[in-house]
Structure formats: structure tokens, C-alpha cells
């Protein structure tokens, strides 16, 4: 059944608008309820005012948090933004403080992979002047997720492998559209013989394409 939370939307994002500045022994508490909130908006399909929810969260006049958590909060606003809106431009903002946010955070190899998969497609997005720093970005995705594969349990090997499968299409369409079809090939050829490997007949075909 639809949560009945409809007809308090209009008087909670007016009040994340306006949100004062959250006394630092509460700001954790905050990040917490906005972040459930957040999810319960999508969850409800109504990803603008997840957007607001997440904004004040990112909002440090306000609110000051942990990096991780901050960092969460920044990837999943950078995702709507993509999704719902046309502002690549501020999704790539965010993506990029969450870059430097994962810089002193230990581990968390996931989230660091979606930030520079989120990164490559803004870069991507924004046209050939950014070729580079989508390279840089798809590159960097790809170096993490062969390092954490090779010392992930084996039970988590797979998930890894589909993030190297997908930075690997990623750097060959990055080639391709810098003219480099040399090394395009030679990626596509990577991929394959990584998808060989990992027995993933599905994988194999997209780098036969």
C-alpha cells in the first residue's frame, strides 16, 4: 500500500528550504532522518524532493558530517540529478567533492567506483573539451576495481568483474571517440579476454560488438 506521507511533503521541503543551522552534537541525527526521508521520496517516486533532502545534507552553512556519510549523500544526488534534471554541471560538482570526501576514507572501493563512473558520464556529457578528465576518471575506475578484485574474497570476485567489464567499454568508447581506434581495439580485445576468463559469455558479446 502507498505510504501516507503525501500531504506532509509540501510542509517538510518548505521547511528543508529554510532548514537554521543544526547544533553540531544533532547534525549526525539530521543527515540520518533527511537520508531516510530521501529514500522514501524515491521510493514514492518523487525524486525532486529527494533532491531537497539530499542538498540539505550536502549543505555545510548547515550541517556538518562525517565524509562517508557526506559522501553517500553526494553520490545519491548526483544520481537524480543525472536521472531527473538536465544540471550535469551540478551533479558533476558534487561527484567531485565526493571524490575529494572518499581521498580520506578507508576502503569503500564501491562507492569510489560509482563516483568515478558518475564522473566519466558527466565528463562524457559535457562534450569533447572534457575528453581527458573522462579518460582520467574511467581509468582510475578501472586501476581500483582490478586491485579490489584481486584481494576481495572470492565469493565477491564477480561484482568486481562487472565493474572492470564496465570501465573497460567505457575506456574503448572513450578511444573511439578520440579517434583512437588502435587502442579502442586493443581494450575491446582486453575486455574480451577478461570476459573469457570470467566465463561471462554475456560480457564477451558486448566487447564483440
Request: aromatic letters at 6%; proline letters at 4%; charged letters at 25%.
Amino acid at each position: 500500500a502507498p505510504r501516507p506521507v503525501v500531504r506532509l511533503r509540501p510542509v517538510w521541503v518548505t521547511k528543508v528550504d529554510a532548514m537554521a543551522s543544526v547544533a553540531p552534537d544533532q547534525a549526525q541525527t539530521t543527515a540520518d532522518a533527511l537520508m531516510f526521508l530521501a529514500h522514501e521520496f524515491v521510493a514514492d517516486d518523487c525524486p525532486l524532493q529527494a533532491v531537497k533532502c539530499y542538498e540539505a545534507i550536502c549543505d555545510k552553512n548547515n550541517l556538518t558530517i562525517l565524509p562517508l556519510p557526506e559522501a553517500n549523500a553526494r553520490l545519491a544526488l548526483a544520481k537524480l540529478l543525472l536521472q531527473y534534471t538536465d544540471n550535469v554541471h551540478r551533479a558533476k560538482t558534487h561527484l567531485e567533492t565526493t571524490q575529494m570526501l572518499l581521498r580520506s576514507v578507508h576502503g569503500h572501493e564501491h562507492a569510489k567506483c560509482r563516483t568515478f563512473s558518475g564522473l566519466s558520464k558527466c565528463y562524457k556529457l559535457m562534450g569533447p573539451d572534457l575528453r581527458r578528465q573522462r579518460a582520467d576518471a574511467t581509468q582510475k575506475g578501472l586501476d581500483l576495481s582490478i586491485v579490489s578484485g584481486k584481494k576481495c574474497p572470492a565469493a565477491e570476485r564477480g561484482h568486481w568483474q562487472q565493474w572492470q567489464f564496465h570501465f573497460l567499454l567505457e575506456k574503448a568508447e572513450t578511444k573511439m571517440s578520440a579517434g583512437d581506434f588502435r587502442l579502442a581495439r586493443k581494450t575491446l580485445t582486453e575486455g574480451a579476454a577478461a570476459a573469457r576468463a570470467a566465463g561471462d559469455a554475456r560480457a564477451g558479446g558486448a566487447f564483440a560488438l
